[in-house]
């Protein structure tokens, strides 16, 4: 289950710079102009877990294997992007198929990094994106209410699906996302949602890229941003990209010596896929043996068969029971012969909700 989170904004917000920073790539080109990137840089990241690091010392293994996230850097969107401008439905095509967006909002002035208008407007520039968002997910289901008026007259099974799409439309149509449509969690909507792929469905996170002369305060648009975020549930994480990409280039010593001095409590990756998580309502548990260990991501409230499905279909079909340690115990104990001597390792069934930590050893059988 690799997350796959999409990085968008208008050109020269800091986008590119920021795909980098996440990736440790240095290989997206960075240009002061419009359209720099035309072909989404995509890269696949292993995900940080300093519980995996200690779970690894205390088994003694080297071998770690994280579970993933796909960064995907696409161009960036101008005015008009839904009707074609810019190569505008070529990059909104790039990001249907993302489970996240990570929308890049420039708060750093810099007369050298040109931008779309004059000087940069968070607000603006947010509302830019959202209504070409909006656009281009309006033009796809008024299509799709086309194709279903006509195939109703021959199915009146697909009247519900009209109903529920004519009202996505009309949400749509008065400029709101998808993500505040009443009806989101509606059967019938989800289904038309995964059909679709409706961009203003998808989580979004905003990333507000500041200057460096505000890491250690708060910058002013900031809560210009939260209070149009609010709207949607959406998070906001502050990060200054440049700086981050500078700091990439140190050695790991000097490069936390300089976090503590700037007032960095944590680098960019690991807020994004943090706040990704948090946003997708995802969490790892974690499998060990004599070889290595490794992190399995599954939505919050899985229950323990579909937890081990996640190792192998065979483990959920022939699932007999879960034994579960919290990786709390098991970092206290330090080790599962000691938390099963302690009492902190349950042995539990098909209606076992799996929780975030959990170390886990399946039995099954086929």
């Known amino acids: 289950m690799t997350l796959q989170v999409g990085i968008i904004g208008l050109p020269n917000v800091g986008k590119s710079t920021l ?13 002061n102009y419009p359209f720099c990137t035309i072909d989404p840089n995509q890269a696949i990241v292993p995900l940080p877990d300093p519980r995996l690091d200690k779970l690894a010392k205390l088994v003694g293994v080297d071998k770690i294997i994280r579970t993933t996230i796909e960064f995907v850097d696409i161009a960036g969107l101008v005015k008009g992007a839904s009707r074609g401008e810019g190569l505008g439905n070529q990059f909104l ?12 909002v420039r708060c750093f002035e810099d007369p050298n990094v040109v931008h779309v208008s004059p000087h940069p407007d968070p607000a603006e520039d947010i509302q830019t994106i959202q209504l070409e968002l909006v656009l281009a997910d309006l033009e796809q289901i008024t299509n799709k209410i086309e194709k279903l008026s006509r195939q109703l007259k021959g199915d009146k099974t697909l009247k519900p699906v009209l109903a529920m799409a004519e009202n996505a439309a009309a949400h749509l149509d008065d400029g709101k996302l998808l993500t505040a449509f009443p009806e989101k969690y509606n059967p019938i909507f989800l289904d038309l949602n995964r059909e679709m792929r409706f961009l203003t469905a998808k989580p979004i996170i905003y990333a507000a890229n500041i200057g460096e002369e505000y890491l250690s305060s708060t910058h002013p648009a900031l809560e210009v941003i939260q209070s ?21 280039t140190l050695e790991p010593t000097e490069k936390a010596d300089y976090m503590e001095i700037s007032g960095i409590h944590e680098s960019g990756l690991n807020l994004v896929v ?7 309502d995802l969490i790892s548990f974690f499998t060990y043996n004599d070889q290595e260990v490794r992190a399995w991501t599954i939505p919050r409230g899985a229950k323990a068969p579909q937890a081990a499905g996640r190792i192998h279909t065979d483990f959920e079909r022939g699932f007999i029971k879960a034994e579960v340690i919290s990786y709390t115990d098991f970092e206290a104990l330090g080790s599962s ?14 209606e076992y909700v799996v929780q975030d930590g959990d170390v886990i050893y399946f039995k099954f059988n086929i």
């Open 19 to 31: 795909f980098n920073v996440l990736t440790q790539a240095q290989n997206a080109e960075v240009a």
């Open 93 to 104: 095509g790039q990001i249907r198929n993302t489970d996240a967006l990570i929308h890049v």
């Open 228 to 248: 149009l975020a609010e709207q949607t549930g959406s998070p906001v994480i502050q990060i200054s990209a440049l700086l981050e990409s500078d700091l990439n």
């Open 274 to 280: 943090q706040t990704s998580y948090q946003v997708l």
């Open 337 to 350: 012969a000691a938390a099963r001597e302690a009492g902190k390792l349950r042995v539990e069934g098909k």
